[in-house]
Nanobody, 117 residues
Framework: QVQLVESGGGLVQAGGSLRLSCVAS????????MGWYRQAPGKQRELVAT???????NYADSVKGRFSISRDNAKNTVYLQMNSLKPEDTAVYYC???????????WGQGTQVTVSS
């Protein structure tokens, strides 16, 4: 079993920046696709960014050029750097780990990001 714990959310003005962190209880990065998802009120959860063990990165079109996903293997931590934030980025952000070649999924508890206009 792996626990994922997110942090770094908060209230920020439009145009500002935040960095989210996701600490994993075990280092599973080499065998997992790590991802950040978000869910706004009344909307479905959506993909924000993913990072594979081989360092392939994918971003949702809505965040390309503004958000950046990265990891620190020594700290078992995945980051989401969010710049030029917009009010429409307001959501609960979740960290996710999908173990490749299996159906195993892990989710964090989420961290709230609120962007004021």
């Amino acid at each position: 079993q792996v626990q994922l714990v997110e942090s770094g959310g908060g209230l920020v003005q439009a145009g500002g920046s935040l960095r989210l962190s996701c600490v994993a209880s075990k280092n599973i990065f080499s065998i997992s696709v790590m991802g950040w998802y978000r869910q706004a009120p009344g909307k479905q959860r959506e993909l924000v960014a993913t990072l594979t063990g081989g360092d392939s990165i994918n971003y949702a079109d809505s965040v390309k050029g503004r958000f950046s996903i990265s990891r620190d293997n020594a700290k078992n931590t995945v980051y989401l750097q969010m710049n030029s934030l917009k009010p429409e980025d307001t959501a609960v952000y979740y960290c996710n780990a999908r173990v490749v070649l299996t159906t195993t999924l892990y989710w964090g508890q989420g961290t709230q990001v609120t962007v004021s206009s």
